[in-house]
T-cell receptor, first 115, second 109 residues
Framework: EPEVTQTPSHQVTQMGQEVILRCVPI?????FYWYRQILGQKVEFLVS????????KSEIFDDQFSVERPDGSNFTLKIRSTKLEDSAMYFC?????????????FGPGTRLTVT | AQRVTQPEKLLSVFKGAPVELKCNYS??????LFWYVQYSRQRLQLLLR??SRESIKGFTADLNKGETSFHLKKPFAQEEDSAMYYC???????????FGTGTRLTIIP
């Protein structure tokens, strides 16, 4: 069964550094998402992406964040200048197009630790 | 604003006993409600959604609009049900999922 994959599984970075989290969505999916979960807190929506554009973003997704689909397979989340409070588990998800296929399939997550 | 509340962080149930995981939501329109499950060392996966009205792994959930609830139930718990369970909401025509804080269910053998 096809799955969403994410790399790396764990990323440690210093405050102020840029990080890029990578995701490979399921191949025939057209909607892509990033969520994050700070330790002990709920899973929070960051951004959705469709047709090479951001379709919705949360208030968390400020100018420090950007998303890109640089080729036909990867979907990336970039944090330009990381802060301590960016430490979290970041989940990528994708979903198909038709109404009957609205399930969001999640990747295993990337644990980001900012020191 | 849409909000999902799962009042129990932890729930322990004996094997064979009934399980109920509570979920309440606040939203002014017509929401779509989901239960997601995360087994140990596995990814978040969809367990069931209210529009399907189906039973998955013996679990059912009924949307009660009057009480704004979507509780997850199973009549007889099994050890393999031990996992983290998240209730989530989405409103029709939108993609964003709003999650509750989750309930860790432990089934006692």
């Amino acid at each position: 069964e096809p799955e969403v994959t994410q790399t790396p599984s764990h990323q440690v970075t210093q405050m102020g550094q840029e990080v890029i989290l990578r995701c490979v969505p399921i191949s025939n999916h057209l909607y892509f998402y990033w969520y994050r979960q700070i330790l002990g807190q709920k899973v929070e929506f960051l951004v959705s992406f469709y047709n090479n554009e951001i379709s919705e973003k949360s208030e968390i997704f400020d100018d420090q964040f950007s998303v890109e689909r640089p080729d036909g397979s990867n979907f990336t989340l970039k944090i330009r200048s990381t802060k301590l409070e960016d430490s979290a588990m970041y989940f990528c998800a994708s979903s198909g197009r038709s109404r009957s296929n609205y399930e969001q399939y999640f990747g295993p997550g990337t644990r980001l630790t900012v020191t | 604003a849409q909000r999902v509340t799962q009042p129990e962080k932890l729930l322990s149930v004996f094997k064979g006993a009934p399980v109920e995981l509570k979920c309440n939501y606040s939203y002014s329109g017509s929401p779509e409600l989901f239960w997601y499950v995360q087994y140990s060392r596995q990814r978040l996966q969809l367990l069931l959604r209210h529009i399907s009205r189906e039973s998955i792994k013996g679990f059912t959930a009924d949307l009660n609009k009057g009480e704004t609830s979507f509780h997850l139930k199973k009549p007889f718990a099994q050890e393999e049900d031990s996992a983290m369970y998240y209730c989530a909401l989405r409103y029709f025509g939108n993609e964003k999922l709003t999650f509750g804080t989750g309930t860790r269910l432990t089934i006692i053998p």
